[in-house]
């Protein structure tokens, strides 16, 4: 995204205050409608350094499947799980929307919904003989504040689980760690 607008400052499309501050606000996006607003006016949609493919869905049927490191969360994501596991590590995604809606069909199988810091879960759905473990994020009848991502899980399990871990923060410091007494 940075090197389209530094092209873009070389060839005159931008000044060099423009690019700036568009840099410093590709840096600073939390979802990826924040990064596309950047360059909409120097590149048609299909030039657009970014693309995004949630026609996919993820599924884990008899086995594992995994999506994690850098990539893209569209904003409605369908996951399937038949007596396996989906792993969707969101601590290097880039989201799509602020509100993410993840439809979960588990039977038999597990949803582990990995989130860093300040991204709320929400899960809803039907289930027979399903359980949630982890902490969603936030209480009951609670709102979001204004400009949080939201992850919204709507399940339908049976027997099935929806796991979400938050990661706990490294306790490294210099390269050694404290220990408690």
């Known amino acids: 995204m940075v090197a389209l607008l530094t092209e873009a400052a070389s060839d005159g499309r931008l000044t060099l ?15 990826l409608g924040e990064l ?6 120097l590149a048609a949609p299909s030039a657009q350094p970014i693309r ?4 996919r869905p993820i599924a884990g049927i008899f086995g594992k499947e995994r999506r994690g490191g850098r990539w ?15 792993t969707l590590d969101l601590r290097e995604a880039v989201l799509q929307s602020p509100r993410i809606t993840v439809l979960a069909t588990m039977v038999g199988g597990t949803l582990q919904l ?14 027979v003989l399903s359980r949630q473990t982890g902490q969603p994020g936030r ?6 504040a204004p400009g949080t991502p939201v992850i919204e899980v709507r ?15 490294s306790r490294w410091f210099g390269g050694l760690s404290r220990r408690r007494s």
């Open 72 to 86: 893209v969360v569209p904003d409605r994501l369908a996951v399937t799980a038949v007596f396996g596991e989906v």
């Open 52 to 55: 995004l493919d949630g026609r």
């Open 17 to 31: 205050g423009e690019h700036a501050e568009r840099a410093e606000r590709a840096y600073s996006a939390r979802t």
């Open 36 to 41: 596309a607003e950047l360059t909409t006016d």
């Open 139 to 144: 209480r009951p009848g609670e709102t979001a």
């Open 155 to 169: 399940t339908l399990a049976l027997g099935g689980r929806v796991k979400i871990v938050r990661p706990r923060r």
């Open 114 to 127: 990995i989130v860093p810091e300040g991204v709320v879960v929400e899960t809803t759905g039907t289930g």
